[in-house]
């Protein structure tokens, strides 16, 4: 049996970015497990920390009606979520380094309450039906699958239309050569019927309102991914994982999990999280 037809190739702009950045970091990431757990491994840090916590907070108002959004404090259920990275579960080495973070957070969303824009009109949200995150068969012939998650999804009934929106946490801008916006713009495309009206990012941290980015081309987009992700099959098929300067940023803290000479701090699904110096 054909091992493409067998073992469909999951990508995302997670594993994209980490593949073009280093291929040993994306196999230490994405393939590599655990021989005495079995799972996978992953870092937390602070700034993930941070990200994650915002995001967790604002996705949630997307599930609540347009009038009942902004009825509970946001900066309430920030203190509640924080509590789940508090301490070293964030990576966080003292009690002076987390409320510079978690500051952050609060400028973030007091940001958004004091200028909600899009987030108070109408939004959507894309359904997989099932556990996993909303994909499509990129390459049936490959057996390629694209997947990710939209963070936030406005909807314009007027033309029944949407507007693709990322919640940028980071103090740097993305690239213009980032495959985020084309991934996402395939994946909105792919997975419900609207036509996509804007594509915008929104950084948080000095940013009133989203910051509107051209529309990939979605063929182009397609050919660029579909690119990437034969490269990764590729790499996968000849399991040779190296870093091409023998240690990079990328790839240097997981070889110290790998090593045992990070803490490990908890399990997250299939994932064994560590802190690492």
């Given amino acids: 049996m054909n091992q493409s037809t067998t073992f469909p190739l999951w990508i995302s702009h997670t594993s994209m970015r980490d593949f073009l950045s280093c291929p040993r970091a994306y196999f ?3 393939i590599y497990k655990d021989p005495k757990t079995g799972k996978k491994i992953n870092i937390i840090n602070p700034a993930l920390a941070l990200g994650n916590t915002v995001h967790d907070v604002l996705e949630g108002l997307s599930e609540l009606k347009v009038e009942d959004r902004f009825k509970v404090s946001l900066l309430d259920q920030y203190e509640d979520a924080w509590k789940k990275v508090t301490g070293e579960s964030g ?7 987390e409320d510079v973070y978690k500051e952050r957070g609060r400028v973030m969303l007091q940001r958004v309450v004091d200028h909600p824009g899009p987030l108070h009109n109408k939004a959507l949200k894309l359904r997989s039906g099932d556990e996993l995150p909303p994909r499509f068969l990129l390459s049936p012939e490959e057996n390629i699958i694209l997947c990710g998650k939209i963070d936030w999804l406005e909807y314009f009934p007027e033309d029944d239309s949407v507007h693709i929106i990322d919640f940028k946490t980071g103090l740097h801008e993305e690239e213009a050569d980032s495959l985020q916006l084309p991934i996402y713009a395939l994946l909105v495309k792919n997975c419900q019927k609207r036509h996509i009206r804007m594509i915008s990012y929104w950084y948080l941290e000095k940013s009133n309102e989203p910051i509107e980015m051209p529309l990939p ?3 182009e987009a397609r050919e ?5 992700g034969l490269q990764m099959k590729k790499l996968r098929a000849e399991r040779v994982f190296v ?4 240690g990079c940023f990328a790839c240097k803290p997981l ?4 090593r045992g000479e990070a803490k490990y701090i908890r399990t997250s699904g299939y994932q064994d ?4 110096e």
């Fill in 224 to 228: 660029r991914i579909l690119s990437v």
């Fill in 243 to 246: 870093c091409k300067r023998n």
């Fill in 91 to 97: 990576g966080f080495k003292d009690a002076i380094e």
């Fill in 28 to 30: 230490l990431r994405h």
């Fill in 255 to 258: 070889e110290k999990i790998v």
């Fill in 217 to 219: 081309d979605v063929e």
């Fill in 273 to 276: 999280i560590y802190v690492v």
